[in-house]
């Protein structure tokens, strides 16, 4: 089983950014922990600070990969486009978030990506992650 996790802007500085809201683990850390857990499961990982990256690495993986997993950060409130490139591929999407959205700032309880994805689970901090991975096996 193929399975990638893509993160958008700012989750590359996991670790250092906002510790009370998102962690001190760094993803890579948690990256490392996850194929440990998951050995038999091909997991692949892709940051982008960039929308047209985002969309880029969904159109290549999404006809053959057997799923993604989307925190598209940002630009989940934003993006037309990533929504749009879900709806374009076969391979479903998972969208995640490290944080409970829905108590946080009105802007961030609306999202470009829920009305596409397969499901959402969000408010679980880097676990949401493990679970977005274990609900492709069930
Ligand atoms: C986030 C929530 C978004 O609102 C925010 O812009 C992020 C991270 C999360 O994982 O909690 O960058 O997607």
């Given at each position: 089983?193929?399975?990638?996790?893509?993160?958008?802007?700012?989750?590359?500085?996991?670790?250092?950014?906002?510790p009370e809201v998102y962690g001190n683990k760094t993803f890579e850390d948690y990256f490392a922990d996850l194929q440990f857990r998951f050995k038999e499961?091909?997991?692949?990982?892709?940051?982008?600070?960039?929308?047209?990256?985002?969309?880029?690495?969904?159109?290549?993986?999404?006809?053959?990969?057997?799923?993604?997993?989307?925190?598209?950060?940002?630009?989940?409130?934003?993006?037309?486009?990533?929504?749009?490139?879900?709806?374009?591929?076969?391979?479903?999407?998972?969208?995640?978030?490290?944080?409970?959205?829905?108590?946080?700032?009105?802007?961030?309880?609306?999202?470009?990506?829920?009305?596409?994805?397969?499901?959402?689970?969000?408010?679980?901090?880097?676990?949401?992650?493990?679970?977005?991975?274990?609900?492709?096996?069930?």
């Amino acid at each position: 089983m193929k399975i990638i996790i893509i993160n958008g802007p700012n989750l590359n500085l996991l670790g250092k950014r906002e510790p009370e809201v998102y962690g001190n683990k760094t993803f890579e850390d948690y990256f490392a922990d996850l194929q440990f857990r998951f050995k038999e499961v091909q997991l692949e990982y892709f940051q982008s600070n960039i929308e047209g990256e985002l969309i880029g690495k969904i159109q290549e993986v999404g006809y053959s990969y057997d799923g993604i997993v989307l925190n598209a950060a940002a630009y989940t409130h934003t993006s037309v486009g990533i929504g749009d490139a879900i709806k374009a591929v076969s391979t479903p999407v998972v969208e995640v978030h490290i944080s409970n959205t829905h108590k946080r700032e009105a802007f961030r309880h609306v999202s470009y990506i829920s009305p596409v994805a397969k499901g959402v689970i969000l408010g679980f901090g880097l676990q949401s992650y493990d679970l977005a991975i274990r609900s492709f096996m069930e």
